[in-house]
């Protein structure tokens, strides 16, 4: 009796669990990227051994793009620095949230650029339900912008 609850559990499970998923699914796309080792995926694998460059002395943006519209608190950002040479940060950003193409709000940050640590940082918003957050690079730190990881904070 105890294997075919297990089994029956197994089977409704995977389902469950794959429209959570579903559900709070986040796209990454940017204005562009350093090479294939370092594309905006690897902003949000949840690594911060791997990092979202731009190609030297480029500013450009990251945009996480949601499934759904949902309150979205903060972001939470992980400067990068090029691991293997650190070579290259953010030095300064703004986060702006988006409903659909609506601005919603913005933040200007200031990072303190090319350090060894991976120290997350927290940008608190406003708690508005929307679709899509941008973080635009305004300023880098030494050859480029770096970005290890940003999550959205809800």
């Not at 559990?9 to 370092?38: H, K, M, Q, W």
């Not at 608190?73 to 030095?91: K, S, T």
């Not at 409903?99 to 608190?124: A, C, F, K, N, Y």
């Not at 508005?128 to 959205?152: K, M």
Request: net charge negative.
């Amino acid at each position: 009796m105890l294997q075919l609850i297990t089994l029956a559990l197994a089977a409704f499970a995977a389902p469950i669990f794959s429209y959570c998923t579903e559900e709070d699914r986040v796209d990454v796309i940017a204005s562009n990227y350093y090479g294939p080792d370092y594309e905006p995926r690897q902003a949000i694998d949840g690594l911060s051994g791997t990092e979202w460059l731009l190609p030297d002395g480029t500013l450009g943006y990251i945009d996480l793009v949601l499934n759904r519209r949902r309150r979205i608190d903060g972001v939470e950002i992980i400067n990068g620095h090029n691991m293997q040479f650190m070579d290259r940060a953010i030095r300064k950003a703004r986060v702006i949230v988006f409903d659909g193409s609506h601005e919603l709000e913005r933040h200007d940050i200031e990072l303190p650029g090319i350090e060894p640590d991976l120290t997350p940082r927290r940008v608190e918003l406003g708690g508005h339900r929307a679709n899509r957050v941008r973080l635009e690079i305004t300023e880098v730190a030494g050859n480029g912008a770096a970005l290890a990881e940003i999550r959205i904070l809800d």
